[in-house]
DNA sequence: TGTCGATAGTTGCAAATGCAACGATATGCT
DNA sequence: AGCATATCGTTGCATTTGCAACTATCGACA
């Protein structure tokens, strides 16, 4: 948080800190709220935005930046939870789809007035649209590379 | 990492997915080399920042932005690997200073190339001065609010 | 068809994390 | 001074993570 050093090695470093800060604060929210953390949200997201509500295994892994054995686990979880279901896979017997259930829809649902709070509160309010799109995109091509890399 | 929402919320999930595959990525460069996690060289760097390379733990735990149980289980790591110590500080016997140890300071240099090199491949070298520039102000203003608020 | 290397997902185990509770000391107020 | 309240750092315990090993299946190719 320094400023005394070149741009890029500040912006990497107020990244980090601004992450764990407002992590920490989202998930404080909800967990004020009874709801779960906020990993369970990202799998319940993407599982609803995918075709079908379904997704194999290691895409959804790939899709929130887990290793395949922390889904497994995170997944055991939400399925004791009700809230995905595993279905074997017609094309490929190694694998799963984890599928969304209702109760997961549901729980999705239920869960983005109060993440959507925090994330306004915390971060949207202090920052222009430009700013917005400018680290949106710059951080995707770093993504982006990253995964190409 | 969708686009269709406002670019508010997309530059947050952005944010989330960058972090999470940068670090994934700087925390593997780091076990390669054989050098301790991310988290020690947070520690010994805001520690080698400081007047007479040492503070209170609860002004560590504030700057690396760890809860104060867990920085004391980080320090007994780093005090074990001779890397920090702890001292009893003359004006208020509940707390101690954490003091960078020269070893300490060593590590944390063998550390920085690995790092750097990283931060450079991964970020550094996928955005301009000026993303750098509007990254750093815009999240810190936002980690100022989230630390007033 | 049989074999070899890659991929899918899970599991065991050790390490790290988060939360609540605790002992000790400091601070403020009467 | 004496008591209530807050802060400092640690600890116990349950949960989560990370890594390496493992089973099962797939795909390619001789």
Chains 1, 2 share one sequence.
Not at 59 to 74: G, Q
Request: glycine residues 6%; charged residues 35%.
């Amino acid at each position: 948080m320094t400023k005394d050093q070149d741009p890029k090695s500040h912006a990497w470093a107020v990244l980090l800190t601004a992450h764990a800060t407002l992590i920490e604060r989202i998930e404080a929210a909800l967990a004020q709220a009874r709801l779960p953390p906020l990993g369970w949200y990202d799998v319940l997201w993407e599982l609803e935005k995918a075709e079908g509500g379904r997704l194999r295994m290691h895409e959804l892994a790939r899709r929130v930046v887990l290793s395949r054995s922390n889904l497994t686990r995170l997944a055991d979880r939400l399925e004791d939870a009700k809230l995905i279901g595993r279905e074997d896979t017609p094309h490929d017997r190694r694998g799963y789809d984890c599928v969304i259930t209702r109760a997961g829809l549901v729980m999705r649902k239920k869960m983005w007035p109060v993440y959507k709070a925090e994330i306004e509160r915390l971060f949207s309010r202090h920052i222009t649209v430009e700013e917005a799109r400018t680290i949106g995109d710059a951080l995707a091509r770093a993504v982006k590379a990253a995964r190409e890399g």
